[in-house]
């Protein structure tokens, strides 16, 4: 039925997608949070001996069976199901650059802590802040007023004095592990080159990935893209897992409950990132992550008796202002990117996602995940 308020409806529709972008930033916020703090429990407090690949994997699985469950919902009208899945596969090429990015990213970091401290580590890593706006204005053609500039800023160095005393803390732990021949400059030369790359890789990444779901010709929705980035991370962590050759505990091995909530929430993850920036754009995701560091050491600090100092707690209200003063920045600061076409209306597109972040659609994955694990 045609809507007869045409005026109505345009008014209603920011607000609609503010409303929804306030959620998707919430929930990737909170999810990011409940990541971190599970992971320290698993970890540091129950010790479990998992591998982080074989975690990553399944949360792919997890993010293969839940866009295809979407996908299969909105088959175009001129495909049958399983022509249109392998229409996907076959323009996922795109894609499979972004997989291999993340993967070269993961490698990096290895090399990166390996040669330096995690302390230099931290400090060179908030840096992804400013690449991401770097690469935004530069590859999507944005400008940021000098206000959002400087809470960017802020940010960086907000995160960077909060993270500090964990990473102190870190370095004296692992310090009597550590040979005379990582001391040299040479070697501090290479980790601090390879966590750089891994700085400039996120940050262009983020953007490439935005300009995918947004500006992309190819008339692919998000579920499609995550669809394609699962299917190409695949391979990349079957690699990883087989050159670590089982570690320990062997395939699979030291799994539990909270191993398997893990994967959960990653998947999660993957999917609240895609939505992130298809509201909003890759800086206001990176808000969202970096407010959850606060929120989690908080929670961290209260449930699992984390540090808290009080250098920590001036840093989180240097955190939360920024990110205020980003947000609430009247400036007008980037150009619109056309939107690529799709087959759906806005109204069915929002009700996916809105199911997507329900508690119901979060039980179906759970259960869909569940059976995989059990095959």
């Known amino acids: 039925m045609a809507d007869k308020n045409p005026k109505k409806r345009a008014r209603m529709s920011p607000c609609i997608l503010n409303r929804t972008k306030l959620i998707v930033l919430t929930v990737l916020c909170l999810q990011n949070s409940l990541f971190t703090v599970l992971r320290r429990y698993s970890q540091g407090i129950l010790k479990e001996t998992y591998s982080k690949y074989e975690v990553l994997l399944l949360a792919e699985a997890i993010k293969i069976v839940f866009s295809a469950y979407f996908i299969s919902k909105n088959i175009p009208p001129d495909y049958k199901t399983i022509e249109w899945f392998r229409h996907i596969t076959r323009k996922s090429g795109k894609m499979l650059v972004l997989a291999a990015f993340y993967g070269i990213m993961n490698i990096l970091s290895f090399v990166a802590l390996r040669y330096i401290s995690a302390s230099t580590f931290t400090i060179i890593a908030q840096c992804k802040i400013m690449t991401t706006a770097a690469f935004s204005s530069l590859v999507l ?127 999660c993850g993957g999917l609240l990132v895609a939505l992130s920036i298809k509201h909003g754009d890759s800086i206001l995701k990176t808000l969202a992550v970096t407010g959850s560091i606060v929120l989690s050491a908080f929670t961290d600090h209260y449930l699992l008796h984390g540090p808290l100092t009080g250098t920590m707690v001036i840093a989180a209200a240097l955190v939360v202002l920024a990110i205020c003063n980003y947000t609430f920045d009247s400036t007008p600061v980037e150009k619109e990117l056309p939107m690529a076409q799709n087959n759906q209306t806005d109204e069915q597109i929002q009700e996916e996602e809105m199911v997507a972040l329900s508690p119901k659609s979060m039980l179906f994955t759970a259960q869909s995940s569940k059976s995989d694990l059990d095959e």
């Open 141 to 267: 053609g944005r400008s940021y007023s000098w206000a959002r500039w400087r809470s960017l800023v802020q940010l960086m160095l907000g995160v960077l004095l909060f993270s500090t005393p964990t990473s102190k803390s870190t370095d004296v732990a692992t310090s009597e592990n550590e040979s005379d021949a990582h001391s040299s400059s040479m070697y501090t030369v290479i980790g601090i080159g390879a966590v750089a790359i891994e700085v400039t890789l996120s940050g262009f990444s983020s953007i490439y990935f935005e300009k995918m779901i947004k500006t992309e010709k190819e008339n692919f929705d998000i579920w499609c893209r995550n669809f394609q980035l699962a299917l190409g991370s695949f391979p990349i962590y079957i690699g990883f897992i087989l050159y670590n050759g089982g570690e320990e505990v062997g395939y699979f091995g030291g799994w539990s409950q909270v191993t398997f909530l893990l994967a959960i929430l990653g998947a």
